[in-house]
């Protein structure tokens, strides 16, 4: 069983930045394919970033503006948005897939565990 606690979400204004942080129990955490997802009231989960076996890879609505890494050593993957506007507010999740693999990156099915979630809200 592998946890994840994110942590970093806020009130802020638009424009500002914020930096989310996601850091899993797992042993082999460098193995790890590693994602955020974000949902909005009354919408479904979508993918924000991930962080993979074979590169990084961004929603076209973040590209630019947010940027994902990681420290393995800290077991930790980051978030870090830029330029945030209201329409990024959302619950902020991170999600891992442990198990090594071909799976689509962009989706919720994808991941193995998921983190509870960070409430980032952006006034206008």
């Known amino acids: 069983q592998v946890q994840l606690v994110e942590s970093g979400g806020g009130l802020v204004q638009a424009g500002d930045s914020l930096r989310l942080s996601c850091t899993t129990s797992g042993r082999t955490f460098s193995r790890y394919a590693l994602g955020w997802f974000r949902q909005a009231p009354g919408k479904e989960r979508d993918f924000v970033a991930s962080t993979t076996w074979t590169g990084t890879y961004y929603a076209d609505s973040v590209k630019g503006r947010f940027t994902i890494s990681r420290d393995n050593a800290k077991n930790t993957v980051y978030l870090q948005m830029s330029s945030l506007k209201p329409e990024d507010t959302a619950i902020y999740y991170c999600?891992?897939?442990?198990?090594?693999?071909?799976?689509?990156?962009?989706?919720?099915?994808?991941?193995?565990?998921w983190g509870q979630g960070t409430q980032v809200t952006v006034s206008s």
């Open positions: 999600a891992a897939k442990t198990t090594w693999g071909a799976y689509n990156y962009a989706s919720t099915d994808g991941y193995d565990y």
